[in-house]
């Protein structure tokens, strides 16, 4: 049978889009982000205990005394693991894709309710959507809105928004025919039959498809974070890409408890909304069987909860400060508060050298942003001008793809070290393999496996491509695909236990100096030779940034230099590695001096 191309015109499509109607994304992307950065403000202005207090009155009225009490203690949780920056951001990122999804799904969903061709249309297109793996959603998101925000909360909101419309055709389809029959005989309006019968009475329906809604954005934050949206999604995928136990746990537990609060708080809403729910209510109050745990206060009595929080913070002075991310620059303040945005792949140097460039920054006066990424976007961001540079380009071989396809949109600042090496890589207990070409009699010993790392890293795609064809290898050997951390986590398994183990590394990389490696001999050359690690930087950046372009071309660093700074790293936990490159530096006194000159800074 013939292939069908649909990819390909898929492709088209896309591009065709993306060149034809920019205008229309600009539009959106900046929609949503000033609807973001409000809520975010607003989420982020009270300090965290307040913002919890007021939280937890909502969930008291909504819910009763024992929800309110629980809420509280788990934002202040959520506090004390450092993370309420984080988890405010990914609660205002589902809070704008909760509502840009209902307003759009909801008047859908009443369409398809009152005529069975639009139902009919639009049925399979919400099968799409929730059968379309979600990660697929970040692709167009990413080429449409760029990375970041928008890009997570149009993703988030296609991928949620089918049961939004599902539940509001279903709760007006379950209202009673002979109702709205007898409200249409009494000559009530087509739209006030809407308003006043069919809605109501369908509100339980709606909410819980709202609650849908919320819990499918929530779901989806995680790999939203692929894109630099930040929050407890950026987190977790921090996390996955440093094998970082620890950090996973408390950000999954933050998602965790927005989860549980939003679900009984909306769950709880649309009891409150509805008529049947309230009337309930109030038969239950009547009857007198209301446990002091159960007890929830008067709406009066919640909004003078929440003004009265609001007075005392502010006459405390508990409010955050608008400026407590300001840059203290201790010496020669250059950058005088600029914002420079820095993207990294989780790869050992490019977090020493992206953390190293922050500090260096900021101690000259910049405003430093970090993100982390897979190679793909972190390519199509700095194209795109939404990240200003990355430490960790390895060229002209390991990602050649890359710079093939982005190579005229980015400016190359030189190489800061080299030449590397890429190798396949067994514990040295491992007798008799020397070099690749003794693999294949040994394949048995590794089951067959070669432990891999990123599937999108160049050196996979040469290892896949070349090197097993070279050697005769793949029939034999499979190469299994994960991460950087995940194989490093493998190879000290294996190591531990004395059992073989062959995984993909390169020169320099701490690995050789924590175990005992043994580099397998190339005695055909397919690996090619190695590269040397560039500075990127998106188009302008040089020029918007003398001096910063200045430094970053005259940046070099030795192995010993640099496997030094990553063994500092390793040291520290998570978020501690600012402490560890000051550390780095005051062992090294003068570095700091030497790679940003403040000499250089006569025109910025």
């Known amino acids: 049978m013939p292939r069908i191309h649909l990819g390909d015109r898929v492709d088209d499509g896309v591009s065709w889009l993306v060149d034809h109607m920019s205008w229309?994304?600009?539009?959106?992307?900046?929609?949503?982000?000033?609807?973001?950065?409000?809520?975010?403000?607003?989420?982020?202005?009270?300090?965290?205990?307040?913002?919890?207090?007021?939280?937890?009155?909502?969930?008291?009225?909504?819910?009763?005394?024992?929800?309110?009490?629980?809420t509280f203690a788990g934002f202040a949780l959520i506090d004390s693991l450092a993370l309420w920056d984080r988890s405010m951001s990914t609660l205002s990122l589902v809070l704008v894709a909760t509502v840009i999804a209902l307003v759009i799904g909801v008047p859908v969903g009443i369409w398809a309710a009152r005529s069975k061709t639009v139902s009919s249309?639009?049925?399979?297109?919400?099968?799409?959507?929730?059968?379309?793996?979600?990660?697929?959603?970040?692709?167009?998101?990413?080429?449409?809105?760029?990375?970041?925000?928008?890009?997570?909360?149009?993703?988030?909101?296609?991928?949620?928004?089918?049961?939004?419309?599902?539940?509001?055709?279903?709760g007006i389809r379950q209202v009673d025919a002979e109702l709205v029959e007898a409200a249409e005989a009494f000559g009530t309006s087509p739209r006030n039959t809407l308003l006043r019968v069919q809605l109501p009475l369908a509100l339980p329906t709606i909410m819980a498809g709202v609650n849908q809604v919320i819990m499918l954005g929530l779901s989806m934050v995680v790999i939203a974070g692929m894109v630099g949206t930040g929050g407890l999604g950026g987190a977790v995928n921090e996390s996955i890409g440093q094998l970082d136990i620890g950090l996973g746990f408390e950000s999954g537990l933050g998602i965790v408890i927005l989860a549980i609060y939003l679900d009984r708080v909306t769950g709880a809403l649309g009891t409150q909304l509805s008529p049947l729910g309230r009337r309930a209510a109030a038969r239950a109050r009547a009857a007198?069987?209301?446990?002091?745990?159960?007890?929830?206060?008067?709406?009066?009595?919640?909004?003078?909860?929440?003004?009265?929080?609001?007075?005392?913070?502010?006459?405390?002075?508990?409010?955050?400060?608008?400026?407590?991310?300001?840059?203290?620059?201790?010496?020669?303040?250059?950058?005088?508060?600029?914002?420079?945005?820095?993207?990294?792949?989780?790869?050992?140097?490019?977090i020493a050298?992206?953390?190293?460039?922050?500090?260096?920054?900021?101690?000259?006066?910049?405003?430093?942003?970090?993100?982390?990424?897979?190679?793909?976007?972190?390519y199509t961001g700095l194209a795109a001008g939404q990240?200003?540079?990355?430490?960790?380009?390895?060229?002209?071989?390991?990602?050649?793809?890359?710079?093939?396809?982005?190579?005229?949109?980015?400016?190359d600042l030189g190489s800061w070290y080299g030449p590397t090496s890429l190798e396949l890589a067994v514990p040295a207990y491992v007798k008799d393999v020397e070099s690749l070409a003794d693999l294949k009699e040994?394949?048995?010993?590794?089951?067959?496996?070669?432990?891999?790392?990123?599937?999108?890293?160049?050196?996979?795609?040469?290892?896949?491509?070349?090197?097993?064809?070279?050697?005769?290898?793949?029939?034999?050997?499979?190469?299994?695909?994960?991460?950087?951390?995940?194989?490093l986590a493998e190879l000290k398994r294996a190591y531990a236990k004395k059992e073989p183990i062959v995984v993909p590394l390169w020169s320099p990389h701490w690995a050789y100096n924590n175990f005992d490696l043994r580099k397998l001999k190339d005695p055909k050359g397919a690996w090619g030779k190695g590269d040397d690690v560039h500075v990127l930087a998106r188009k302008g950046f040089t020029e918007d940034n003398p001096v910063v372009g200045k430094w970053l071309k005259n940046f070099s660093m030795t192995e010993k230099q640099l496997t030094s700074l990553e063994a500092e790293i390793q040291k520290v936990d998570k978020g501690q590695e600012r402490d560890a490159i000051r550390a780095w530096l005051k062992k090294n006194p003068g570095q700091l001096d030497k790679w940003a000159p403040v000499g250089d800074a006569k025109t910025e």
């Open 121 to 170: 249309v639009v049925r399979p297109v919400l099968d799409l959507l929730q059968t379309m793996p979600s990660m697929v959603l970040l692709i167009p998101a990413i080429l449409f809105f760029g990375l970041g925000v928008p890009a997570g909360v149009i993703a988030t909101l296609i991928f949620a928004i089918a049961p939004g419309v599902r539940m509001t055709e279903l």
């Open 24 to 70: 229309l994304f600009d539009a959106i992307k900046t929609v949503v982000e000033g609807m973001y950065d409000g809520v975010d403000a607003v989420l982020g202005a009270p300090s965290p205990l307040l913002m919890a207090g007021i939280l937890a009155v909502l969930a008291w009225w909504l819910r009763g005394l024992a929800a309110g009490v629980l």
């Open 353 to 378: 050298t992206t953390f190293l460039w922050k500090e260096i920054l900021q101690e000259r006066g910049f405003e430093v942003t970090t993100s982390q990424y897979t190679a793909g976007p972190l």
């Open 442 to 487: 040994h394949a048995s010993e590794f089951d067959g496996r070669i432990v891999g790392i990123e599937p999108s890293a160049g050196e996979m795609g040469l290892l896949k491509s070349k090197i097993l064809k070279a050697y005769g290898l793949d029939g034999t050997f499979k190469v299994v695909d994960g991460s950087t951390p995940a194989m």
């Open 288 to 350: 007198g069987g209301t446990k002091a745990w159960e007890h929830r206060p008067r709406p009066a009595v919640a909004v003078v909860g929440v003004v009265v929080l609001a007075l005392v913070a502010g006459g405390m002075g508990i409010f955050g400060s608008s400026s407590s991310g300001s840059v203290q620059a201790s010496d020669g303040d250059i950058g005088h508060g600029k914002k420079i945005g820095i993207g990294y792949i989780p790869w050992d140097e490019g």
């Open 387 to 411: 990240i200003d540079f990355q430490t960790d380009s390895w060229l002209p071989t390991t990602h050649a793809e890359y710079w093939k396809k982005y190579g005229k949109q980015l400016d």
